[in-house]
T-cell receptor
Framework: GESVGLHLPTLSVQEGDNSIINCAYS??????FIWYKQESGKGPQFIID?????DKRQGQRVTVLLNKTVKHLSLQIAATQPGDSAVYFC???????????FGTGTRLQVFP | KAGVTQTPRYLIKTRGQQVTLSCSPI?????VSWYQQTPGQGLQFLFE???????NKGNFPGRFSGRQFSNSRSEMNVSTLELGDSALYLC???????????FGPGTRLTVT
């Protein structure tokens, strides 16, 4: 199958701190990117998206940064809460294709 | 609006059997994609349907097939089940092809 996901890095943060989750995408022709959150036993949940004509987009407590020069995407979560504990995936969509390619997930653990 | 629903949520089958999974997209969404998620391989794209037509297919054997009905509901079928088919099968719907996809809770398939 076509995917990335062999190893799951883990980020541990203290409640109240900011979290930064990184993702390197594969295709310079990708023009749309999404961050998903997946809690145990559930399907991925849409968090925020960004198009390639932007370098930053903010949501509620979350910010996505896009660096097209180095093909890097990051998700910043402000004031991390226990409910933020989950696996986070980035996904990219290449212009002219009809599918999302998911990156390696990152497990976020929030401790008190 | 109701979210993406998948049935059944859990399924246990024996090697060699076949299985059909069902997905009802969010009302108004015409694109439905299917993914297989395993601990070792992550999220792998299976196929994507739009207006009853398969528009994209991932790198899975022909045992994996799908279809979409006129009401956008979709089914996927796996024939001659193998132990390695044990996975969480996720369905996602989108108002537009490949963009902002919304996932269902998944069907957990166990092959014994």
């Amino acid at each position: 199958g076509e995917s990335v996901g062999l190893h799951l890095p883990t980020l541990s943060v203290q409640e109240g701190d900011n979290s930064i989750i990184n993702c390197a995408y594969s295709n310079s022709a990708s023009d749309y990117f999404i961050w998903y959150k997946q809690e145990s036993g559930k399907g991925p949940q849409f968090i925020i998206d960004i198009r390639s004509n932007m370098d930053k987009r903010q949501g509620q407590r979350v910010t996505v940064l896009l660096n097209k020069t180095v093909k890097h995407l990051s998700l910043q979560i402000a004031a991390t809460q226990p409910g933020d504990s989950a696996v986070y995936f980035c996904a990219e969509n290449k212009i002219g294709t009809d599918k999302l390619i998911f990156g390696t997930g990152t497990r976020l653990q929030v401790f008190p | 609006k109701a979210g993406v629903t998948q049935t059944p949520r859990y399924l246990i089958k024996t090697r060699g059997q076949q299985v059909t999974l069902s997905c009802s997209p969010i009302s108004g969404h015409r694109s439905v994609s299917w993914y297989q998620q395993t601990p070792g391989q992550g999220l792998q794209f299976l196929f994507e349907y739009f207006s009853e037509t398969q528009r994209n297919k991932g790198n899975f054997p022909g045992r994996f097939s799908g279809r979409q009905f006129s009401n956008s509901r979709s089914e996927m079928n796996v024939s001659t089940l193998e132990l390695g088919d044990s996975a969480l099968y996720l369905c996602a719907s989108s108002p537009a092809v490949a963009r902002e996809q919304y996932f269902g809770p998944g069907t957990r398939l166990t092959v014994t």
